[in-house]
């Protein structure tokens, strides 16, 4: 077990390179990994009954002490991030194949990896967690609401179905990994020592079948698709900037601001893949698959430029003690 935990830190610290190599070898070699693609619903559930084996009963206690915290983060997940992706899509006049996939991005819940990234930037680590699940709880009815609003103009939007989707892939298997977690107490607490490498190796199946299946198509690169690099790179930092303001001016702290910043800004990619597959096409994966390589990379710099940042105010409050200490 020391192995499979030791593998599961190591593939989660260099997460997006793994991705980026699964992307690059899936590009010139698609038969590889192309036989992922009937699976991509599984794997997801996959990394949803884990992230139910680990949720307690704590985890959701920012949610009845601080409402008001808790509903803040979610508004803001839920409206900063598809408004943000609706505007890029004028601005750079994405084709509706490429454009439904990055609504459907905006449109996901909060990503896992954003209660990491809150916890090494010294954030308000219950808060993020409460906030993350309570948005996935309520994606079921959020996600094709909000498509449908912003995205039926472009494609037709199967808002039903997608319902029953986030149902099956999400909901249901989170509540089996609770009911897991909770009927087998210790013995489950064994088992979510090696998540980490099941989510992390599903994740990177998953990219590197999505682009695999792309590539087959001849759509992934291409003057349409290309575009798709910067407006990913735009959605993510601009969700961080306006998530930490809008946090902000509302009067909150810098920790609580921080895990706002990253429930925000992180989404639920993988959720994005599976749906844009299931529904719509591969290209629509894109904007999923790159945002899952891109919100990692910058999510730690973030979240390691604020733990710096800790560290180096509390040098200098410390310094500022010792030099305001008399001289006997």
């Known amino acids: 077990m020391k192995a499979v935990v030791a593998t599961g830190q190591f593939l989660g610290k260099y997460f997006a390179a793994f991705v980026l190599a699964a992307a690059v070898v899936s590009y010139f070699q698609p038969g590889l990994i192309t036989w992922v693609l009937p699976y991509v619903n599984v794997l997801l559930g996959i990394i949803m009954f884990g992230m139910g084996m680990t949720l307690k009963k704590s985890d959701f206690s920012a949610v009845f002490k601080r409402p008001k915290d808790v509903i803040i983060g979610v508004v803001a997940h839920y409206l900063i991030m598809p408004l943000i992706a609706f505007a890029l899509c004028f601005a750079f006049q994405l084709p509706p194949a490429v ?25 308000d680590v219950a808060l993020g967690v409460s906030i993350g699940a309570v948005s996935t709880l309520i994606a079921p009815v959020m996600l094709p609401l909000i498509l449908w609003l912003l995205a039926g103009h472009w494609v037709e939007i199967p808002t039903q179905s997608l319902f029953v989707s986030v149902v099956e892939i999400v909901i249901v298997p989170i509540v089996l990994g609770v009911l897991a977690n909770t009927l087998f107490g210790k013995k489950a607490a064994k088992v979510t020592d090696a998540l980490p490498l099941v989510s992390t190796l599903a994740i990177i199946l998953i990219a590197g079948g999505v682009v695999a299946a792309s590539n087959k198509n001849g759509d992934l690169v291409t003057a349409g698709t290309l575009v ?42 993988a959720l994005g893949v599976a749906l844009a597959m299931a529904f719509f096409s591969p290209v629509a994966a894109i904007p999923a698959t790159l945002f899952s390589i891109w919100h990692n990379m910058s999510g730690s710099l973030l979240a390691s430029f604020w733990a710096n940042k800790n560290m180096s105010d509390k040098e200098n409050v410390s310094k500022d003690d010792a030099d305001a200490v008399p001289t006997p």
């Open 99 to 123: 454009a439904v996939g990055v609504l459907l991005v905006g449109c996901c819940p909060s990503g896992t990896a954003s209660n990491v990234m809150c916890f090494l930037a010294k954030g």
């Open 228 to 269: 798709i690099i910067p407006v990913v790179i735009l959605h993510n930092l601009l969700g961080y900037l306006l998530g930490f303001f809008f946090s902000r001016k509302l009067g909150m702290n810098h920790a609580k601001s921080r895990a706002i910043t990253f429930e925000v800004g992180m989404q639920n990619s």
